[in-house]
């Protein structure tokens, strides 16, 4: 159980002049930070996963990536009081993968900064049998927040990412150790 966790960043905005890359490409400098984590990224704009919800060879592989995965953070706008439809369709493109496993947050948007859309979400991944941490990442406003560098000076919001990565990391190391020594049951 030294090998580091595997989390799994995904990036759920598919709009073509999106901000999703600034505020992904943010939470990832910082988790790099940490060398408990192996770190992937999946762009849900670049897997174009079907919304039919049929087998495809990228939906092989993307559930590949999940089953392998032990943690997950959604960085995921907030659009019309809920988040993306290809998010929805990822988390639907799979399921015993997701079990056991837990999951963070980075939301951005107008003045909600995105947490309607993580509070539907907490919804979801219940059903899906994993874990919500607690601690969420939240940008209000987000293009005002990010200079043309990618960089923010917000301390709540810099603040919140520390603690959710460490939560993410307990409960990735003790699920992980879990489902090793007893497989999670459904």
Do not use: C
């Not at 559930?63 to 960085?75: K, L, N, S, T, W």
């Not at 496993?101 to 991944?125: C, D, H, M, N, T």
């Not at 603690?163 to 497989?183: E, F, K, N, S």
């Amino acid at each position: 159980m030294d090998r580091p966790l595997r989390l799994e960043v995904i990036v759920a905005s598919p709009r073509p002049e999106r901000f999703a890359a600034v505020v992904a490409d943010w939470f990832l400098a910082a988790v790099a930070q940490r060398p408990e984590f192996a770190v992937g990224v999946l762009d849900l704009r670049e897997l174009a996963l079907p919304v039919e919800l049929t087998e495809a060879p990228e939906v092989d592989e993307f559930r590949a990536r999940i089953g392998d995965a032990d943690a997950f953070v959604a960085v995921t706008s907030e659009y019309n009081h809920g988040y993306p439809a290809s998010l929805k369709t990822a988390l639907d493109s799979a399921k015993r993968e997701w079990r056991a496993k837990p999951i963070g947050f980075v939301s951005y948007g107008g003045l909600s900064g995105g947490l309607r859309a993580v509070e539907q979400l907490r919804q979801v991944v219940a059903e899906l049998h994993m874990v919500s941490v607690r601690e969420s990442v939240s940008f209000a406003q987000a293009k005002r927040r990010f200079d043309a560098t990618g960089a923010t000076d917000d301390r709540a919001a810099i603040d919140a990412s520390a603690r959710m990565i460490d939560q993410l990391a307990w409960w990735g190391r003790t699920l992980r150790a879990a489902r090793a020594a007893d497989p999670y049951p459904g």
